[in-house]
């Protein structure tokens, strides 16, 4: 069986770090394009962060850039997103997301696995 499975989220300081956790099953992730995405409440689901199928290339989104970092082990079959500096408006439900038609993508349509989301909340 196909799945990601997240781990990772909760309740966070402002300034505080959150290190998430997406284990994948049923497919190798090293022969995927793999994706961190987040959704806040009434706002679309937007790209955090991608990694390209051969690790040589990371793109991290807007404010993700310097704060968060994206990486991938291969000989645990899982992917990470370890974020830094954690502010009120990164609060939202985070995705792990692969993708085997592609290079890397920062988009959410060419994803075709998903995890089931871990709610992130910023808060003093």
């Known amino acids: 069986q196909v799945q990601l499975v997240e781990s990772g989220g909760g309740l966070v300081r402002p300034g505080g770090s959150l290190r998430l956790s997406c284990a994948a099953s049923?497919?190798?992730?090293?022969?995927?394009?793999i994706g961190w995405f987040r959704q806040a409440p009434g706002k679309k689901r937007e790209g955090v962060s991608a990694?390209?199928?051969?690790?040589?290339?990371?793109y991290y989104v807007g404010s993700a850039e310097g704060r968060f970092t994206m990486s991938r082990d291969n000989a645990k079959n899982t992917m990470y997103l370890e974020m830094n500096n954690l502010k009120p408006e990164d609060t939202a439900v985070y995705y792990c997301?692969?993708?085997?038609?592609?290079?890397?993508?920062?988009?959410?349509?060419?994803?075709?696995?998903w995890g089931q989301g871990t709610q992130v909340t910023v808060s003093s």
């Open positions: 990694m390209a199928k051969n690790d040589d290339d990371t």
């Open positions: 997301a692969a993708a085997s038609g592609i290079t890397m993508a920062t988009m959410p349509d060419p994803y075709e696995y």
């Open positions: 049923g497919f190798r992730l090293d022969d995927y394009a």
